[in-house]
């Protein structure tokens, strides 16, 4: 094994010279906060159940609104947590497995790869970010650029799965190649290699394409091409790249503010989504060599967990394939940060088992390997004692299924809304280490 101690004061030093913005948003929240006092709408993701997920402001309402839990307003800031003994604990080393080599594709199946990934962490709303122009979108919702620091003290808690959000719609061309800016292609496959050099294993994510990956007849032969030339684009670009890089082709695919948004839309929209992931599985394929077994994650209907979604995927015939799923469940525990729901009893257990039953059930037994690529819950009222509680039992469900879970960090962990943020990304600390360890503990 090759070791590499992380040093907090090193990249204290570092991260120093990093300003201090405020920011807001979670895993499809495109809005920040511009200065200290204002306030923005913000969109939930995809759920378990048949509960429906908020909207951005920009989306239109549900058929019926009862469906959906009103939009929060956010006024959050990073967190300004101390470094604090608690949190030192959660510091250790970066431990690289003996023999590892990043660009090395082993042949393994879909199953072998991911029961070697243990549990993960999304640096969310990062290179996810939209509100800038060129390298500067990356920092546009307020969270400091990611830097190989910030890998090295998530890998050294713990995590060996990371994935990596990126919106590219705001860097590509005009058709018919929609070539994507070169700077940030090379600004992506920078924060990859920060990654790999670790010896983690990659998500890499194709996130916030909604305004133009539209699944309706009306858009998708024009999404088709796009999403066509922009994962060929990707796959070129990484084609070298070994087994610990894998691609997540479509994040929460939906027609924003269309019927069933969240649970699983219409036939029309289904149809489309089975065209848009076998399109995506076909133009990596098509590159060749190494991305011919690389594993790619295709995914249900806006991501969901729902049983009508789950039931309703439709794999491609590829040997070498996995499923994306989104589950903050039970979700007004999870999501709803004005929710009165911030204890952990046990009472609700049955929720976890039934969710874990129905991907075993409808996907893992049947060969068809799954990874929670979000999962969390928001800080309410310093409620992380309660949050352990709840995630020890999420992450035994999850472990005993074989399926691998990714934390959603959206950098924010105080003030109001959205609070996913367990790492402080400012000082490379953890703002909730009970919650850091109650993860670890599941696998340890």
Not at 185 to 214: A, K, N, T
Not at 326 to 351: L, M, Q
Request: with cysteine.
């Amino acid at each position: 094994m090759i070791k590499r101690r992380f040093s907090r004061l090193a990249s204290l030093t570092a991260a120093a010279a990093i300003s201090l913005t405020l920011f807001a948003g979670c895993g499809n929240s495109p809005e920040v906060l511009p200065d200290p006092g204002a306030s923005v709408t913000q969109e939930a993701p995809a759920q378990t159940g048949d509960a429906q997920s908020a909207q951005t402001q920009e989306a239109a309402q549900e058929t019926d609104p009862a469906d959906a839990p009103s939009e929060t307003p956010a006024d959050s800031q990073p967190a300004e947590d101390a470094l604090d003994p608690a949190a030192d604990l959660l510091q250790g080393e970066v431990i690289i497995p003996e023999g590892y080599d990043k660009y090395e594709m082993r042949g393994l199946t879909p199953t072998e790869l991911i029961a070697e990934m243990k549990t993960g962490f999304n640096m969310g709303n990062a290179l996810d970010a939209f509100d800038g122009a060129g390298l500067s979108a990356e920092t546009s919702w307020g969270n400091p650029k990611t830097t190989k620091e910030m890998v090295d003290a998530i890998c050294a808690a713990g995590f060996n799965l990371i994935r990596i959000p990126v919106t590219f719609a705001g860097h590509m061309g005009p058709a018919p190649d929609y070539t994507v800016e070169e700077e940030w292609m090379d600004r992506v496959q920078e924060v990859v290699d920060y990654c790999l050099d670790d010896g983690m294993y990659v998500l890499l994510d194709s996130h916030h394409e909604e305004s133009w990956r539209i699944p309706d007849e009306e858009h998708i032969d024009a999404v088709n091409a796009q999403n066509t030339a922009l994962w060929t684009q990707i796959a070129q670009r990484f084609a070298d790249y070994g087994d610990h890089l894998v691609f997540d082709g479509l994040n929460e695919p939906r027609v924003k503010g269309g019927v069933n948004e969240w649970s699983g839309g219409t036939a029309e929209n289904r149809a489309c989504l089975i065209s848009m992931n076998q399109g995506f599985v076909d133009a990596v394929r098509a590159t060749g060599g190494k991305n011919e077994q690389r594993l790619l994650l295709v995914t249900s209907y806006a991501s969901s967990a729902n049983i009508q979604c789950i039931g309703n995927i439709t794999v491609p015939d590829d040997p070498y394939m996995g499923i994306s799923i989104h589950a903050y469940a039970p979700y007004d525990f999870c999501y709803e940060s004005e929710s009165s729901v911030r204890k952990w009893t046990g009472g609700r257990n049955y929720e976890l088992d039934t969710l874990f039953s129905q991907l075993k059930g409808n996907l893992v037994n049947k060969g068809i390997p799954v990874i929670l690529t979000e999962y969390g819950a928001v800080n309410k009222q310093n409620n992380d004692e309660e949050v352990a509680k709840w995630v020890t039992y999420y992450l035994t469900c999850a472990k005993e299924a074989g399926i691998p879970c990714v934390w959603w960090d959206n950098g924010v962990s105080t003030g109001n809304g959205e609070l996913f943020g367990i790492f402080n990304r400012r000082k490379l600390t953890w703002s909730r280490p009970a919650i850091v360890k109650a993860i670890m503990d599941v696998y340890d």
